[in-house]
């Protein structure tokens, strides 16, 4: 079935820098990646749709200058936190756009992103 | 407005008890409504899902109901067992683009 790879599983990082999410669609060409975010004891929030080859589209309330997403590829979509502060504290989830290869939705394993 | 609204938020059932979890929806272009689970640090799993053009479907232990009229749909799990205890939720989607998420419900299943 689809496998989706998201890298790093964790990452702590201080305030003020920038953190780089990659999610790479291991044996299918996703021309779209859906962002999550996932407080702790809360559901999943999406931040934004990433499609290949355009700009993304953020959710209401997102501010798309601090969570940046590139898709420059059918194979890889990146989520970069900058300039992060420790209210961006965060479980950070990519699930390719259903229905291409196992009629459903594939999520990365999750990033747990710690800003001190 | 495209919302899913899970209850509970929580519950706790006896090991072979029968835990289910409900979910209702607004927008009546949804047309998969899966059911994922998800255990502490772990991202969410799928266990089920269902097309509206199905009234119920069972694979093992876990059942959906949908019910399409009044725009609601459950998770059934029989014979609960301690490995259940996780958080599960419900969702929606329209021509699988984005997937919208219950509130989830954290089960307990008690030895």
């Known amino acids: 079935g689809a496998v989706v790879s998201q890298h790093p599983s964790w990452v702590i990082c201080k305030s003020g820098t920038s953190v780089k999410i990659e999610c790479r669609s291991l044996d299918f060409q996703a021309t779209t990646m859906f962002w999550y975010r996932q407080f702790p004891k809360q559901s999943l929030m999406l931040m934004a749709t990433s499609n290949e080859g355009s700009k993304a589209t953020y959710e209401q309330g997102v501010e798309k200058d601090k969570f940046l997403i590139n898709h420059a590829s059918l194979t890889l979509s990146t989520l970069t936190v900058t300039s992060a502060h420790p209210e961006d504290s965060s479980f950070y989830i990519c699930t390719q756009g259903g229905g291409v290869v196992n009629y459903g939705y594939t999520f990365g394993s999750g990033t747990r992103l710690t800003v001190v | 407005q495209q919302q899913v609204k899970q209850s509970p938020q929580s519950l706790i059932v006896q090991k072979g008890g029968i835990s289910i979890i409900n979910c209702a929806y607004e927008n009546t272009a949804f047309d998969y409504f899966p059911w994922y689970q998800q255990f502490p640090g772990k991202g969410p799993a799928l266990l089920i899902a269902?097309?509206?053009?199905?009234s119920e479907k069972k694979e093992g232990r876990f059942t959906i109901s949908f019910n399409k009229s009044a725009k609601q749909f459950s998770l059934h799990i029989m014979d609960s067992q301690p490995g259940d205890s996780a958080t599960y939720f419900c969702?929606?989607?329209?021509?699988?683009?984005?997937?919208?998420f219950g509130t989830g419900t954290r089960l307990l299943v008690s030895p």
């Open positions: 269902i097309r509206p053009d199905v």
């Open positions: 969702a929606a989607s329209q021509g699988f683009q984005k997937l919208v």
